[in-house]
């Protein structure tokens, strides 16, 4: 069975900071993985999509990187701003069959101080 | 484009009583996934239905069922509600190579 861990579960730093997320799953046959942001009370932001064959994505001042093979996903936020507070949710999907729905860690909490 | 949709946005009820949540996916999209998130319990998959069929459900009891009509809308049916199923309901569309796309969300509290 599939497991998803995000650490840490939560952050706090100044406005400005680059930082990083983790995440790590315990099995490597993963078709995708999905980085979400979550504002409270809300639905789930979809930030970066990583297929099992790629290494990483980036959209604007974000980086997501996959090692399939360690079972290991980092997003990268640069020079962070107080509107980048919000959970951030890591997500894998199994490669076929009945395994294709989203497998969540539990999330990181951010909050970046102005 | 429109996005993901769900109704209502809240649906307050009393224990013992049937919720029924409705999901409507992007056009086009033939896969319709019910996750529930629970107070400290994070994201849980519920059931996904895929061309009118379920294919595929979490570990969660009989009373959590649903359906998926012909215009590939969903309907996610709790029935005997218990005070634990108090949650944000998300529901999410796919297509086949891309992304799950999430709908806003239905809170349900039970009373």
């Known amino acids: 069975k599939q497991e998803v861990t995000q650490i840490p579960a939560a952050l706090s730093v100044p406005e400005g900071e680059n930082l990083v997320l983790n995440c790590s799953f315990t099995?490597?046959?993963?078709?995708?993985l999905q980085w979400f942001r979550q504002d409270p009370g809300k639905g789930l932001t979809s930030l970066l999509l990583?297929?099992?064959?790629?290494r990483e994505q980036t959209s604007g001042r974000l980086n997501a990187s996959l090692d399939k093979s360690s079972g290991r996903s980092t997003l990268y936020i640069a020079a962070s701003q107080p509107g980048d507070s919000a959970t951030y949710l890591c997500a894998v999907r199994g490669p076929s069959g009945s395994a294709r729905q989203l497998t969540f860690g539990s999330g990181t909490q951010l909050t970046v101080l102005p | 484009e429109a996005g993901v949709t769900q109704s209502p946005t809240h649906l307050i009820k009393t224990r013992g009583q049937q919720a029924t949540l409705r999901c409507s996916p992007i056009?086009?999209?033939?896969?319709v996934y019910w996750y529930q998130q629970a107070l400290g319990l994070g994201l849980q998959f519920l059931l996904w239905?895929?061309?009118?069929?379920?294919?595929n459900r979490g570990n969660f009891p009989p009373r959590f069922s649903g359906r998926q009509f012909p215009n590939y809308s969903s309907e996610l049916n709790v029935n005997a509600l218990e005070l634990e199923d108090s949650a944000l309901y998300l529901c999410?569309?796919?297509?086949?190579?891309?992304?799950?796309?999430f709908g806003p969300g239905t809170r349900l509290t039970v009373t």
């Open positions: 990583i297929q099992s064959s790629q």
């Open positions: 999410a569309s796919y297509l086949v190579g891309y992304e799950q796309y």
């Open positions: 056009s086009g999209h033939t896969s």
């Open positions: 239905y895929d061309e009118g069929e379920e294919r």
């Open positions: 099995d490597s046959a993963i078709y995708n």
